[in-house]
């Protein structure tokens, strides 16, 4: 099984973006999942995109484009809020990739 690939996206591609991936893995390494993320800034995600393959993206900092990937609001997440529905949300994309 590959793992599930995620674009990570925060207002500077660092900090908040960096603390969201760390959770996204616990959450999927927990589920049984590896994870391979990247971190961006909102205007990095059309580079990210068009150099490698990712299953989507969870965001902090609004994105311009789905770029026909599954787009997931992750920050109440991040914050600790609704965090039950955003991995619902979340298994249920991961549940329909081909891994």
Do not use: Q
Not at 10 to 36: H, I
Not at 55 to 84: C, K, Q, R, W
């Amino acid at each position: 099984m590959r793992a599930v690939r995620i674009l990570s996206v925060c207002g500077s591609g660092t900090v908040s973006s960096a603390m969201l991936t760390s959770k996204l893995t616990d959450v999927l390494e927990e589920k049984g999942y590896e994870v391979e993320a990247t971190e961006v800034a909102p205007g990095g995600v059309a580079v990210a995109v068009s150099s490698a393959e990712y299953d989507l993206i969870a965001y902090t900092s609004p994105v311009e484009d789905s770029y026909d990937l599954p787009l997931l609001n992750a920050t109440g997440f991040l914050v600790g809020l609704n965090e039950d529905e955003f991995i619902e949300e979340l298994m249920n994309v991961v549940g329909k990739l081909k891994l």
